[in-house]
């Protein structure tokens, strides 16, 4: 069982950065690709970004030059930074890792940290 923390949210003016991170428990197990996801309240859950074992990422399309998300994955973690802040990326942003299980791909989630742009 892979158990995933993040940190570094926190509460920016509009135009700010922030950098988070989310780090697993353990070290013993195959990365597949690393992602962040966000969820603001009244809305469905969206992806931000997501990096996949090789280095290929990809982005949502309201974040896209605005943040990047890099992994370690001898350290087994990964971060987002996220510069140019907007009152709309205000949401819960959680972190999740997809791991190869023999034949299966499992997704492990963290709790998720709060990001509060103020305009």
């Known amino acids: 069982q892979v158990q995933l923390v993040e940190s570094g949210g926190g509460v920016v003016e509009g135009g700010g950065s922030l950098r988070l991170s989310c780090e697993a428990s353990?070290?013993?197990?195959?990365?597949?690709?690393w992602g962040w996801a966000r969820q603001a309240p009244g809305k469905q859950r969206e992806l931000v970004a997501a990096i996949a074992s090789g280095g290929r990422t990809i982005y949502g399309a309201s974040v896209t030059g605005r943040f990047t998300i890099s992994g370690d994955n001898a350290e087994k973690m990964v971060h987002l930074q996220m510069n140019n802040l907007k009152p709309e990326d205000t949401a819960v942003y959680c972190c999740?890792?997809?791991?190869?299980?023999?034949?299966?791909?499992?997704?492990?989630w963290g709790q998720g940290t709060q990001v509060t742009v103020s305009s």
């Open positions: 353990e070290s013993d197990f195959s990365v597949n690709r």
């Open positions: 999740y890792v997809d791991v190869a299980e023999g034949n299966m791909i499992r997704t492990y």
